[in-house]
């Protein structure tokens, strides 16, 4: 059983960055499929970023796309979020999926953390 913990979140205001991490207790997440999503009060789950296994393939959400990066290093896998906007404002969570093949639907990945809370106001 993977565990994953995400931190990093946390208040900022419009305009500001937050870097999420994600990390395994005890593994790396080198070899597994990262996706980052995210949960607002009210909203439906929406997947943000995702980062495939060991051939370094990378995809970003249009909605975030050119604030948002998704990176590894350190056997981590980080979020790097800038120009945060209040709609931003959400529960983030990473998920791994062992089989390390990117996929862009939630649903796929099979381990979850308990999110890392991200507000984005003034």
């Known amino acids: 059983q993977l565990q994953l913990v995400e931190s990093g979140g946390g208040l900022v205001q419009p305009g500001g960055s937050l870097r999420l991490s994600c990390a395994a207790s005890g593994r790396t997440l080198d070899h597994y499929a990262i996706g980052w999503v995210r949960q607002a009060p009210g909203k439906e789950r929406e997947g943000v970023a995702y980062?495939?296994?060991?051939?370094?393939s990378t995809y970003v959400a249009d909605s975030v796309h050119g604030r948002f990066t998704i990176s590894r290093g350190n056997g981590r896998v980080y979020l790097g979020m800038n120009n945060l906007k209040p709609e931003d404002t959400a529960i983030y969570y990473c998920?791994?999926?062992?089989?390390?093949?990117?996929?862009?639907?939630?649903?796929?990945?099979?381990?979850w953390g308990q999110g890392t809370q991200v507000t984005v106001s003034s």
């Open positions: 998920g791994a999926l062992f089989s390390g093949v990117l996929h862009m639907d939630p649903n796929a990945y099979q381990y």
């Open positions: 980062a495939g296994g060991s051939d370094g």
